[in-house]
């Protein structure tokens, strides 16, 4: 049934945007945060998303083109630190400056809002399919 | 091949519903790539709704009329969409258009199930002497 298919493709979006939701969450948790496992202050994370085909079978025309989305990776933002002068921090080097993460918060906010608004629009689509498939059902009843 | 039931406005409805899903996992898959960078998105196209008509024969009362042809199986053309903008990332899903098409498939699979119910109500209509 090629209902499925619309459900399994709208679940990689899901997916995709809620990983979105992730990292901006992990963003602003660790706006100020200047210890990490690799050394150093955090670095932004930001994921990467790529279109994938479905695995169908080979005489699909149509499953052929139709991508799911996938986090290929979770990319960190290499932007140099920012660096404030708070000489009594633990972490300040030999003049005084703490290197602080590069994060932005009006640029996650933004990010959290689009992710949402993206994961709204699969959760219709979802809704949408599910709504099809109750009026296929009700033909015989 | 001879079904159970076999009726012309069946087996049409039956076809536009699946033409009709497969529109809705277009949508779906342009939805699901909504904020991949690069990704075009994806019309489909399909080659009855050229005014094919199979198994629901008109009536031809002069030799100048066109006969409608026959109905093959469903032939689906995928082709890219016409970007009414691309974002600087390269992708060219327009929200907007999404889900104004995925109400009207919406839309038209319910309107479709809904002839099937009637037809299908109308036979047993017949089938029961007028009881069922």
Same mark, same amino acid.
């Given at each position: ?11 990689? @979006? ?5 990983t979105r939701m992730e990292t901006v969450a992990s963003n602003l948790a660790n706006a100020r945060t200047t210890r990490t496992p690799e050394g150093g202050p955090y670095r932004r994370q930001a994921p990467v ?19 799911? !989305?996938?986090v290929q990776r979770i990319a960190q933002d290499d932007s140099e630190p920012l660096l404030r002068y708070e000489p009594g921090h633990p972490d300040a080097d030999a003049a005084g400056f703490v290197a602080y993460p590069n994060i932005d918060p009006v640029k996650e906010m933004v990010d959290m809002l689009s992710a +949402?608004?993206?994961?709204?629009? &699969? ?19 | ?31 699901? &790539? ?18 094919? =008509? ?9 030799? @100048? ?6 109905? @093959?199986?469903?032939?689906?053309? =995928? ?9 600087q ?15 009207? !498939?919406?839309?038209?699979? &319910?309107?479709?199930?809904?002839? =099937? ?10 089938? +029961?002497? @007028?009881?069922?």
């Amino acid at each position: 049934m090629s209902l499925q298919r619309a459900f399994a493709i709208s679940a990689t @979006g899901l997916t995709a945007q809620r990983t979105r939701m992730e990292t901006v969450a992990s963003n602003l948790a660790n706006a100020r945060t200047t210890r990490t496992p690799e050394g150093g202050p955090y670095r932004r994370q930001a994921p990467v998303f790529a279109a994938e085909p479905l695995s169908v079978s080979f005489d699909d025309t149509l499953g052929r083109v139709l991508r799911s !989305v996938q986090v290929q990776r979770i990319a960190q933002d290499d932007s140099e630190p920012l660096l404030r002068y708070e000489p009594g921090h633990p972490d300040a080097d030999a003049a005084g400056f703490v290197a602080y993460p590069n994060i932005d918060p009006v640029k996650e906010m933004v990010d959290m809002l689009s992710a +949402t608004r993206s994961y709204e629009a &699969n959760v219709t689509v979802v809704r949408s399919v599910k709504d099809m498939g109750q009026h296929a059902l009700q033909i015989i009843a | 091949m001879t079904r159970p039931v076999d009726d012309a406005v069946i087996r049409q409805l039956q076809e536009s519903l699946g033409r009709l899903s497969m529109r809705a996992s277009v949508v779906a898959s342009n939805l699901a &790539n909504v904020d991949t960078p690069g990704y075009r998105a994806q019309r489909v196209r399909f080659a009855e709704e050229l005014g094919k =008509v199979g198994g629901l024969e008109m009536s031809r009362t002069e030799r @100048g009329h066109l006969a409608p042809k026959t109905s @093959g199986p469903t032939r689906a053309t =995928v082709y890219e969409a016409a970007a009414s903008r691309v974002r600087q990332d390269g992708n060219t899903v327009d929200v907007d258009q999404e889900m104004t098409a995925l109400a009207a !498939v919406q839309g038209r699979y &319910n309107a479709a199930t809904q002839i =099937v119910r009637k037809r299908l109500a109308l036979m047993r209509y017949a089938v +029961t002497d @007028g009881k069922g």
